[in-house]
């Protein structure tokens, strides 16, 4: 098939040829009327298949295509599979997203595409059940006005979204829903919700069950506790022979208290859901009360004592309940000490506890000499019960759930705990809280 170009070449120069072969024989105007009549004839016919495509393009039916005529033809030709493809492809897009609204429609989870400045772009009918959208009526909305919750915008607009959010329905009180938010191209974000309610009713029973069961265990503990300190202290109630296992029998039943006592305060704190007491802490009286703590408690574990140093930035203070964070502070620390064994030579480990902004975040900090850990077992440290070495654990009297209790502690001041270790060298412990809980001294 000759180029348009090259087909409407050749017409202009036959053309030319028969004017010229006109104009020898008949003369000049001849030749000048029969070319102004051809090229007329020329120019009407492309004018009339140019109308003929716009009609068309109008109301492009497929089976209505003009035919054509000399280089139209080709031309209605070229266009009529180019329309087949491209009705093909529609096809063929149609029924991949018709498929793709299938799967998402079957998914249990509740699917919502954001733009860059937050606007619904569309969702899944599961997303409009459980956030109480509606694609007809909300689509390109922001969808802080349609889920008016000061958590979630506080999510949404931190861009902190590594761990999820959990939220209730407003429209069904029962209804428990995790928030995932993903950005992907050009801005956008994924909402992802899941339903998370039956989940919560199990975490619910789970927490009641060991706080009541932790209840009911604590007062007959404590009755035989006092029995055998009682039976212990009275001379001669305990015969020469049996005072080793009495002796046994305190410790376990200490400990055992020990562990209660936790989970007691692991079920308390996971069932606070309100804020913590936000008061301002001076945290290097707080750091420095701890340190002492730390002191007597390496006193009493070993006869020689670690070395346990304070860095602390004084003109930087944390907003925080100071009780929990008293908690999470010694918690670690009193890890360290446990975990930084005296060495065969008698050396003492040593700890350092530091205080201060790291790359604007306030951080708070245990680095020890000690055993160190695995980098298998670093991700698990925060589960309860979960022990590196459960032999070690039973002699340096831990209970399996401080670690636990640190990490639902910091989780409600919107901090985050960190751990770094090497085997033999030692680990470093870190909490980091969020820019907002600086306090400047006045």
Known sequence: ??????????????????????????????????????????????????????TWFKKPILKEIPEGFGLWEDIFTILL???????????????????????????PDGLVILSASNEIEWCTPNAEYQLGLDLMTDKNL?????????????????????EPF??????????????????????????????????DKVDVMRRDFIANVSHELRTPLTVVGGFLETLSDMEGAVPEKLRPYFAMMEEQTIRMRRIIEDL????????????????????????????????????????????INLEVDSTLNLSGSIDELRSVFSNLVSNAIRYTPTDDAGKSGEILISWALQHGEPVFSVRDSG????????????????????????????TGLGLSIVKHILIRHQAKLEITSELGVGSTFSAIFPKARIVRPK
Not at 90 to 107: V, Y
Not at 147 to 156: K, P, T, V
Not at 177 to 191: C, D, G, R, T, Y
Not at 277 to 291: A, T, Y
Request: hydrophobic share 40%; net charge neutral.
């Open 166 to 199: 959990k939220l209730k329905s407003w429209r069904n009180p029962d209804l428990v829903l995790e928030i995932q938010l993903i950005p992907f191209a050009n801005n956008q974000k994924l909402l992802i919700s899941h339903d998370m309610t039956q989940l």
């Open 81 to 107: 599979k180019y329309e087949r493809n491209n009705t093909f492809n529609q096809t063929q897009l149609n029924s991949a997203l018709e498929r793709f609204n299938l799967a998402t429609s079957a998914m």
């Open 264 to 307: 007691l305060t692991l079920s308390t704190i996971e069932s606070n859901t309100e804020e913590p007491d936000n008061s301002d802490i001076d945290m290097p009286s707080l750091l420095k009360s701890v340190q002492n703590d730390a002191i007597g408690l390496s006193q009493s574990l070993n006869k020689t004592k670690h070395k």
């Open 142 to 162: 922001p969808i802080v006005n349609l889920i008016r919750n000061s958590q979630f915008i506080a999510y949404l607009y931190n861009e902190q979204y590594g």
């Open 1 to 54: 098939m000759l180029d348009i170009r090259w087909r409407a070449g050749l017409f202009i120069c036959a053309l030319i040829v028969i004017s010229l072969f006109s104009w020898l024989i008949s003369g000049a105007i001849t030749a000048l009327l029969i070319f102004s009549t051809c090229l007329l004839v020329y120019i009407l016919n492309h004018i009339f298949w140019l109308h003929q495509l716009q």
């Open 371 to 398: 055993i160190g850990i695995e980098q298998r077992h670093i991700d698990r440290l925060t589960e309860r019960f979960y022990r590196v070495d459960r032999s070690r654990s039973r002699e340096t009297g831990g």
